[in-house]
């Protein structure tokens, strides 16, 4: 796709690419470079199942009705011919039908740096950052704590260091050392100075949000009219399930796509818990909850950006605790990921696992969820990167651990991998080879070896002796190490001085005036 | 498929129920059910590169030959009409194609516990212990180690314990303190005893090769004609890459197929080293390297109960050493999958890591290459449960860690988790819970949570407070701690003693007659 964006020779030029090489200080990574999902997407249901599960969510919203905690929304929806009953709304399925007709099936995303720009729709997966844990762990401190500015900051330095990382969603760990007025003003500006990709706005109150979307604005460079032409940013809400949408999360929304900017719909429904214990009920009722969000947002305004977002897991019968990357997660995901197509949205799912700590269990309850999103043709992979604890805890030992999965991800959808012409089926150096000796030295290899196969970054491919006498290091303590060398030597994105002073101005001018009510 | 064995209903009836009963006593593992792969196959080839990997393989046949260290297959080849230069042989595509022909889809292997019976083709997935690893590592050692009869009689009753393992393969861990020529009668000897699944031979001379099989006869109970009636155990053998078969591995193929037992071949083409530095020519040179020795056993005994095997993966092109569960193994199973549904014939694949120890990076690498076991339509999955360090370590951690992904892939198999009926869509539990409460308690929740969701017997889903105060203990300690007690309570499957007796009767006489040669 041709980058038309006028800003990019005059400011952001480069600036992925040097970040790139940059980085080949501490490590070997593989370039910015987004993946496309060459792989068609595993599809459990048949139409029939589709069409049941889409009848499920219509009548939820026909016959059940969604609440929603929002005046001005209820004004709306009456407005648009919908049936309202108090704070109660029900959509026939014709408006939701034509409303989500109107949104587009493919968007883009540009940050400060027009280098970043993201696709989110069509076949394109793209992977952010941990959101929102209140809580960090390392290998240095051994046990859960809350987070802090550093710890956050440090945890931004890794999304913007790692070329896997597409994206930077909600705060990679909440920093509870600032107090919760100003703490989107100090998160926000070590995101801006810290990283160059695209940005989130919390849906938590219009201070908040109007407050990002004026900090994003001057970090682009931007004028009002540039900053709305083309979206720059993203908000993430989930509904309260069950049958449920809050103040603030439509507040929050509806002040996002009438300047533009896109939103993405996340209903949280844990099966047996706040939706059915079967899954496929769960997904419908997770569709149902997204759908009507996404159809009054069309409504407004006709076309914006949004995202059908998943996150329909298990509790735990036993415990009632959510469990996740679990078979029935994933199966939810494919499902969800056959009703995006449906719709014609773009989707987003997550990474994620319920381990406590960066362990075999992480990997593969993490490994199941990745997959899943790729198998249900993901656009938008939310905590791709540093998620334990079912979203508790951010680990950058994780972050480190998950994007060696996200690396190996980007490099199994690159289609040279299963190219058959005559070079690749190389008959020429199978007959020079023989019935004996090996390949290693043979032309055909030495054209082809530097780039043949994925080179891993954190994975330790020696020997037991060999993997021994480098110190016997698991695989999260090498991780801890290249945590702390990557923050060592973390070098910012370039920002024109002239704007960080800006950013930092409007920062205090809004903290003198007292930030955002913490009444949410 | 009905059990048509007599032997059932008198020696083997219901001992698979009666063993995962008695499991209960440890932990609650799921039922002895092995899969069916109920989604479509990842084909990441379209017709054309089929067809291209096709004709790669038959060139390297016709126009390179294939050395076979071994006089007899010369001569049958020579009698088939295959050009015959000295030890290498050269087969055009009609007779491959032919012989190939005869092999069946699909076959069954029935143990001693006709109950254990499994099929391999299909749409069946079956999932086997790891084999052959000279070495061993537990938590309790905390390093690398050879492998003792007791270490490998430990891994064998892990096999014989999870009901997600369904064959023995190779000896778990070779037990270098039992002599090399006595070793197999041993160790056989402790598989028949400690287990009621389906046995391996190693094709290692013709002594041990015929052993295996009539300790094999005598554990069933069988006549010779009952042994030769249906496939009862089955050989595993590997190429010597680049091109050639050794005599030992091919003899032990002649004796199992003559005697209707069912062969594996599985080269093992390392992409840069034995094979092309490009994954479709590694593909081809494997696909050749089992035809032509498939092809000989469907001369010799046509309708063989035969197998192709995939053991493509790359080195690190920095060291030489061997990767696996890498993005460049997971296309190339899957490539052979479809090269195996190409001709018709069963497939086996691996579970594979090149990791020293079970922590993170041994997660994600066996989660790689177990789903693309899945994605491939693998029929028999090698090295399931155990593996570490590129096949040099058996781990009892590992083995335990490997289990729990392994019962995830069999429920994720269950239809059940994408079922749309009206009662999964459950509207009428969703308008009971309405826009408040929870699903907890409501009679569809009731009805449904004990079998509602996958339950794990090694993750752990407790919240952090949780974890920390039942001990901070991670994945692979909590693995150490059920070794341990599974081993403690561990209780071998039935048999008659009277067979066990002429067991080991029959070791008792064959080590005074000298075991086997040790000269291979």
């Known amino acids: 796709?041709?980058?038309?964006?006028?800003?990019?020779?005059?400011?952001?030029?480069?600036?992925?690419?040097?970040?790139?090489?940059?980085?080949?200080?501490?490590?070997?990574?593989?370039?910015?470079?987004?993946?496309?999902?060459?792989?068609?997407?595993?599809?459990?249901?048949?139409?029939?199942?589709?069409?049941?599960?889409?009848?499920?969510?219509?009548?939820?919203?026909?016959?059940?009705?969604?609440?929603?905690?929002?005046?001005?929304?209820?004004?709306?929806?009456?407005?648009?011919?919908?049936?309202?009953d108090g704070d109660l709304v029900f959509m026939d399925r014709d408006f939701v039908m034509e409303m989500v007709g109107k949104a587009p099936s493919e968007f883009t995303l540009t940050p400060r740096n027009p280098d970043r720009k993201i696709t989110i729709g069509g076949r394109h997966i793209t992977f952010g950052n941990v959101s929102s844990p209140p809580n960090y762990w390392d290998m240095s401190i051994g046990?859960?704590?809350?987070?802090t500015r550093e710890m956050c900051a440090n945890l931004l330095k890794l999304t913007q260091y790692f070329n896997c990382i597409h994206f930077a969603g909600g705060y990679p760990v909440e920093p509870v050392d600032i107090h919760a007025s100003v703490r989107h003003l100090d998160v926000v500006y070590d995101?801006?100075?810290?990283?160059?990709?695209?940005m989130h706005a919390y849906s938590l109150g219009k201070e908040r949000v109007e407050d990002v979307m004026e900090m994003v604005r001057i970090a682009g460079g931007l004028t009002d009219e540039e900053f709305e032409a083309t979206p720059r940013m993203y908000t993430n809400i989930n509904s309260t399930s069950p049958l449920k949408h809050d103040h603030p999360m439509i507040d929050g929304c509806l002040r996002l796509v009438r300047r533009g900017q896109a939103v993405v719909v996340t209903p949280f429904t844990l099966a047996g818990a706040m939706a059915p214990v079967t899954m496929a009920g769960a997904v419908a009722q997770s569709i149902a909850e997204a759908l009507c969000a996404i159809a009054l947002f069309q409504y407004v305004r006709p076309g914006a950006p949004c995202a059908i977002g998943?996150?329909?897991?298990?509790?735990?019968?036993?415990?009632?605790?959510?469990?996740?990357?679990?078979?029935?997660?994933?199966?939810?995901?494919?499902?969800?990921?056959?009703?995006a197509r449906f719709y014609g949205l773009p989707m987003r799912s997550s990474g994620v696992c319920a381990a406590n700590v960066p362990d075999g269990q992480a990997m593969w309850e993490t490994s199941n969820s990745l997959?899943?999103?790729?198998?249900?043709?993901?656009?938008?992979?939310?905590h791709a990167a540093g998620?334990?604890?079912?979203?508790?805890?951010?680990?950058?030992?994780k972050f480190i651990m998950d994007c060696e999965i996200l690396q190996q991800i980007q490099r199994y959808m690159d289609p040279s991998l299963t190219a058959t012409g005559p070079e690749d089926i190389a008959l020429d150096a199978i007959k020079s080879v023989g019935n004996a000796g090996h390949f290693f030295g043979?032309?055909?290899?030495?054209?082809?070896?530097?780039?043949?196969?994925?080179?891993?970054?954190?994975?330790?491919?020696?020997?037991?002796?060999?993997?021994?006498?480098?110190?016997?290091?698991?695989?999260?303590?090498?991780a801890h190490a290249m945590f702390?060398?990557?923050?060592?030597?973390?070098?910012?994105?370039?920002?024109?001085?002239?704007?960080?002073?800006?950013?930092?101005?409007?920062?205090?001018r809004r903290k003198a005036e007292g930030g955002a009510p913490t009444d949410f």
Chains 1, 2 share one sequence.
Not at 143 to 147: E, I, R, S
Not at 191 to 198: A, G, M, P, S
Not at 371 to 382: D, F, H, K, L, R
């Open 484 to 508: 702390k060398s990557i923050i060592a030597n973390f070098e910012p994105p370039p920002l024109d001085p002239a704007i960080k002073e800006e950013l930092a101005a409007f920062v205090a």
């Open 191 to 198: 995101k801006l100075t810290l990283t160059d990709k695209v």
């Open 387 to 397: 998620w334990l604890e079912g979203g508790l805890i951010a680990s950058p030992e």
């Open 310 to 339: 998943t996150f329909t897991s298990n509790v735990d019968m036993k415990s009632g605790a959510p469990a996740f990357g679990t078979p029935e997660y994933m199966r939810a995901t494919q499902m969800t990921g056959q009703l």
């Open 371 to 382: 997959w899943a999103a790729v198998q249900s043709g993901t656009n938008m992979v939310y």
């Open 143 to 147: 046990t859960k704590v809350p987070g």
């Open 442 to 478: 043979i032309q055909h290899t030495q054209d082809r070896y530097a780039t043949a196969f994925y080179q891993p970054f954190l994975s330790d491919w020696k020997n037991y002796e060999g993997w021994e006498a480098a110190g016997g290091v698991w695989t999260q303590e090498r």
């Open 1 to 84: 796709m041709a980058d038309t964006d006028t800003k990019r020779k005059t400011r952001g030029g480069g600036r992925a690419g040097a970040a790139a090489r940059r980085g080949g200080a501490v490590i070997e990574q593989m370039p910015w470079n987004p993946p496309i999902l060459i792989d068609p997407p595993v599809e459990p249901l048949g139409p029939e199942g589709v069409e049941a599960i889409h009848d499920g969510a219509m009548r939820i919203l026909e016959e059940i009705g969604i609440q929603f905690l929002n005046e001005e929304t209820l004004g709306i929806l009456r407005e648009a011919g919908c049936r309202v």
